[in-house]
């Protein structure tokens, strides 16, 4: 008799809100096991507890042991790991020539290194699962300049070729990687950044949303993108890899 596959296994970094809660809940429903990770423990757990199946594991994706314990415990207490999604990220809204360098490595030690170090330490579990993949949580920032987010937008751009680079390193491993590039999506993220953005702009208060309402259609949700990286992450996408996914309401498919 064949042995029953078990249910696949997936680690969301920065999943107790937003984009990241949302995709845990778009994965479970599709019959993953899922850990929520995030730097707020508390949250995690939160959040976990209302998803089914899924456990919480805190993480600073900015610590290369915490990264390594949070895969460490995912396979100890599942014994696989199919699919990490590097979601955890940050944002902090200023000119460069207001930017200094503890702010440019805040915004990047989390949007950079914490998808690398994700990829970095995932990958040698899923190829002993024997394979799966790798979708991270890149930026439109990532492929088009975008004033007053320099470290933001670099770090996303850094994501979209690791991104590249690792799919042809890992591919004959058995280990898809791709990201999706999303355009502005209603999160905290960006309602936070939004009063910066306006005295950065000379908009007025809540001058910000019809700005970019007008040029991607509508906000994102955060739903919308879940469903790109169960996309991507499906294991009938095999030839899918390297691959980025641009989903933003066609804003950076227009000059006007
Ligand atoms: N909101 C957007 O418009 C948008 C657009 C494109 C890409 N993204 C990307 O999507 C991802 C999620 O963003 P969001 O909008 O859901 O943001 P959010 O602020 O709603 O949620 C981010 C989560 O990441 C966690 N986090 C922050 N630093 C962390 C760290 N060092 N280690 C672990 N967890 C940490 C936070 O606690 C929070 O739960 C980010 O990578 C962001 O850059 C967002």
Redesign the pocket.
């Known amino acids: 008799m064949e042995e029953a596959m078990s249910a696949p296994v997936a680690i969301v970094?920065?999943?107790?809100?937003?984009?990241?809660?949302?995709t845990a809940r778009e994965l479970a429903s599709r019959g993953y096991q899922v850990v929520v990770?995030?730097?707020?423990a508390s949250?995690?757990e939160v959040a976990a507890k209302e998803i089914d199946g899924a456990i919480a594991v805190p993480?600073?994706?900015?610590?290369e042991d915490?990264v390594r314990a949070l895969v460490a415990a995912t396979t100890d207490h599942h014994g696989r790991l199919d699919l990490m999604v590097?979601?955890?990220?940050?944002?902090i809204v200023a000119p460069i020539l207001d930017t200094d360098l503890a702010q440019w490595r805040e915004v990047t030690?989390?949007?950079l290194d914490?998808?690398f170090l994700s990829l970095r330490w995932a990958a040698p579990a899923i190829i002993a699962s024997g394979g799966g993949s790798i979708v991270?949580?890149?930026?439109?920032?990532g492929t088009t300049g975008t004033p007053l987010i320099a470290s933001?937008a670099a770090a996303?751009a850094a994501v979209i070729n690791l991104t590249k680079t690792a799919a042809m390193e890992l591919r004959d491993h058995g280990v898809r990687v791709n990201a999706?590039?999303?355009?502005?999506?209603?999160?905290?993220?960006?309602n936070?950044a939004a009063p910066e953005f306006e005295r950065l702009l000379g908009l007025p208060e809540g001058g910000f949303g019809p700005v970019i309402e007008a040029k991607q259609g509508r906000?994102?949700d955060?739903e919308d993108?879940a469903r790109a990286v169960a996309f991507l992450a499906d294991a009938q996408q095999s030839w899918v890899t390297g691959s980025i996914l641009t989903l933003d309401g066609g804003i950076t498919s227009s000059l006007i």
């Open positions: 970094t920065g999943s107790a809100k937003g984009i990241g809660l949302s990770s995030d730097l707020d949250a995690a993480c600073d994706v900015r610590d915490q590097p979601n955890a990220g940050i944002g030690s989390v949007n914490g998808v991270s949580i890149a930026s439109v920032s933001y996303k999706v590039a999303p355009g502005f999506i209603g999160t905290d993220l960006v936070d906000f994102g955060p993108v």
